[in-house]
């Protein structure tokens, strides 16, 4: 089974950056859509970016286009997001999974999450 790890959060100030990753293992990764989630505190978890196998194709949320930009590495079976100007309304467990990615973003296929990565963005 195809198993994921997500890495890179931390606190962070307002308007800094970061870049998380997500490691596959157990299996291709070049086969898969993959996508972003996030769930802050008291929120459901909601979609902010994915990408097709080769990197053809992106999405991001509204609230994060602009700002956040998927990529992958297929060779290397992670992909990234790189989060730049945060804001504490990115505050929130990030996690990545397969899914299927299309214009309205992305679909969790229920393969599994990662255990996600905490970001905390202070103000």
């Known amino acids: 089974q195809l198993q994921l790890v997500e890495s890179g959060g931390e606190l962070v100030h307002l308007g800094g950056s970061l870049r998380l990753s997500c490691v596959a293992s157990?299996?291709?990764?070049?086969?898969?859509?993959m996508g972003w989630f996030r769930q802050a505190p008291g929120k459901e978890r909601e979609g902010v970016s994915c990408?097709?196998?080769?990197?053809?194709?992106?999405y991001y949320s509204n609230s994060v286009e602009g700002r956040f930009t998927i990529s992958r590495d297929n060779a290397k079976k992670t992909v990234y997001l790189q989060m730049n100007d945060l804001k504490p309304d990115d505050t929130a467990v990030y996690y990545c999974?397969?899914?299927?990615?299309?214009?309205?973003?992305?679909?969790?296929?229920?393969?599994?999450w990662g255990q996600g990565t905490h970001v905390t963005v202070s103000s």
């Open positions: 157990g299996g291709t990764l070049d086969v898969y859509d």
């Open positions: 990408i097709t196998p080769a990197g053809g194709s992106t």
């Open positions: 999974a397969t899914v299927l990615c299309q214009a309205r973003g992305p679909t969790y296929d229920g393969r599994g």
